[in-house]
C-alpha cells in the first residue's frame, strides 16, 4: 500500500481486537487526529460499562496499549479556527457529526487513505471522493 493512511478509532480498536500484539507493526507510522484518544477511551468505556463485554481491568489494559501505539503514530490537533470552520461546513453538508467529519477533512486536506470501519463515515467519505479501506481489507492486503 503506497499511499500513507489514516486511521480512526474504530479501526484501530479492531485491529487490536483481531491482531492483538502485531497491531502495532501495521499502525506503527500511520496516521491519525488527537480525537482518537477520546475516542478509544470512550468506547472502551461502552464496551465495560454499558455492555459489560470487558472488565475494567481489560479496558484499562486495552487502553494503555492504544495509547502507547499512538505514541508510534503520527497525531495531528485540530489548531485552525478555519479548519474548524469547514469541518462544520463538510458535517452539516454530509449530515455526519463533526467528529466524523474531521477525520474527512483530514483525508481530503492531506490525501490519505482512511482506514474505518464506520459505515456510515466510509459512505461519506466515498459522497466526497476520499478513498477508504476497512481493518480486514487493511489486513487482506499486508499479508
Known sequence: M????????????TLLRLLGGKAP??????????LVYYEVGNALWREHLLLKRITS??????????????????VTALRDERLGEEIFNLASSLNITYYAASYLVEAL??????????????????????????????????R
Open 109 to 142: 486536506k492531506t490525501g490519505k487513505t482512511l482506514v474505518t470501519d464506520d459505515r456510515k463515515l466510509s459512505e461519506a467519505a466515498g459522497r466526497i471522493g476520499v478513498k477508504t479501506l476497512t481493518s480486514r481489507g487493511l489486513i487482506e492486503d499486508y
Open 2 to 13: 503506497n499511499k500513507p493512511l489514516l486511521f480512526d478509532a474504530s479501526s484501530i480498536l
Open 25 to 34: 507493526d501495521l499502525l506503527r507510522g500511520g496516521y491519525t487526529i488527537s
Open 57 to 74: 481491568r481489560e479496558a484499562l489494559k486495552i487502553l494503555k496499549t492504544i495509547f502507547m501505539v499512538l505514541r508510534t503514530m503520527d
